[in-house]
Structure formats: C-alpha cells, structure tokens
Antibody, heavy 119, light 109 residues
C-alpha cells in the first residue's frame, strides 16, 4: 500500500525547535519530489516547503524561510522538516505530500501531525 | 505570487443537485498546473482533479474540472451524501511553487 506517515509533532514553547518526519512506503520514494503543507486550526491549506527527488533543490514559503529546513534520506525513505525559532502562528497540522511524477499535484498525503507552539 | 480566490465561500445544496465551484487566479495559469482537492473533517486532503480537467485515480465521474487562463471550475454533477466537504483549488507556479485557494465549504441544505 502506498503510504506516508508523519511523526514528531507536539507541544513546544515559542522560540523552540521540532523535527518532523514523514516515512514513505509502497513506492520508490527516491523518484518523487516531496512537499510539506500545513493547516492552522479551522483554516485552509498553506504550502510550506518542497524538495526535489535527490535533495539537491529546495524551496520555502516566505513565512518559514530561514527558520525551517526540509531534507530527505532516500536510503531510509524518510522526509524531514526541521523547524526552528517556532512562533505561535506556526501552530498547525503538518502534512507531507507526494508530488505526482507526470502532473503538478499532490496525489498522496500523510495523515498529518499536530504542532502546537504555546507557552 | 499568484492568488487563488474561490467562490462561493459556502455552498448549500441538497443531495442529487449539481454543484459548481469557482476558482479565479490573479494572473493567467497554465491549465496543466491547476488541481482540486476534497477535504473532510479530521482527514487529509484527497486529490480529485489535476491538469484542470483530469480525474485522479478512483475519482467518480460525477466530478469534473474545466477552465483556462484565470477561471477554473469544479463541477459535481449529482451530489452524493459523501460529497459534502471542503474543496480547495491549487496552482503550481514558480515563486512560490504552490498556492491554494481559501476553500469552498459544500454543506447540506
């Protein structure tokens, strides 16, 4: 079964750090670009970051640039999001998503992991 | 940055009716880069439509997408009870690479 499973969410104080993981199974992880998307409570979807298939190219939303780092370990079939200098406005469900190989859309999503930034 | 504006914000319809959801871009977008997603409470989004009009795997044919340039539409021909959810359009561009609309909530009348 093609699947993405996120982990690493939790409660963190403002200014703190957290690393999210997304473990892939059922497909050749190293062949796909991957993304992180977040959703604040009661709000819409917001794109956060992207990484290409071999990890050599990354992009970030302006709101997280300089604070978040996306990376991947293709040998472990795992995507990461290192989040530093966290703010209250980073509170959200964080989803990892697979970008389709022949179309510009996200065809597989994880179930999400909750990040709460609060003192 | 390309901004996507979805309308209406909330659409109240009954099962069996036809639903038409709109997504307007602040500048022209290639049809290849437009997608639609469905999200139910407590669940991850699900891809419905990519390339503006191609149905994703397993999506019923009552869902269809159309449009070009700055105006795109998701149509659900006959609403089933399981179709009541929030729908998002998305475009894949250059900077930033991805933007979503704010969503349309489809609720039971």
């Amino acid at each position: 079964e093609v699947q993405l499973v996120e982990s690493g969410g939790g409660l963190v104080q403002p200014g703190g750090s957290l690393r999210l993981s997304c473990t892939a199974s059922g497909f050749t992880f190293s062949s796909y670009w991957m993304h992180w998307v977040r959703q604040a409570p009661g709000k819409g979807l917001v794109w956060v970051s992207r990484i290409n298939s071999d990890g050599s190219s990354t992009s970030y939303a302006d709101s997280v640039k300089g604070r978040f780092t996306i990376s991947r370990d293709n040998a472990k079939n795992t995507l990461y999001l290192q989040m530093n200098s966290l703010r209250a406005e980073d509170t959200a469900v964080y989803y990892c998503a697979r970008e389709g190989r022949v179309f510009y859309a996200f065809d597989i999503w994880g179930q999400g992991t909750v990040v709460t930034v609060s003192s | 940055e390309i901004v996507l504006t979805q309308s209406p914000g909330t659409l109240s319809l009954s099962p069996g009716e036809r639903a038409t959801l709109s997504c307007r871009a602040s500048q022209s977008v290639s049809s290849s880069y437009v997608a639609w997603y469905q999200q139910k409470p407590g669940q991850a989004p699900r891809l419905l439509i990519y390339g503006a009009s191609s149905r994703a795997t397993g999506i019923p044919d009552r869902f269809s997408g159309s449009g070009s340039g700055t105006d795109f539409t998701l149509t659900i021909s006959r609403l089933e009870p399981e179709d009541f959810a929030v729908y998002y359009c998305q475009q894949y561009g250059s900077s930033p690479p991805v933007t979503f609309g704010q969503g349309t909530k489809l609720e039971i009348k």
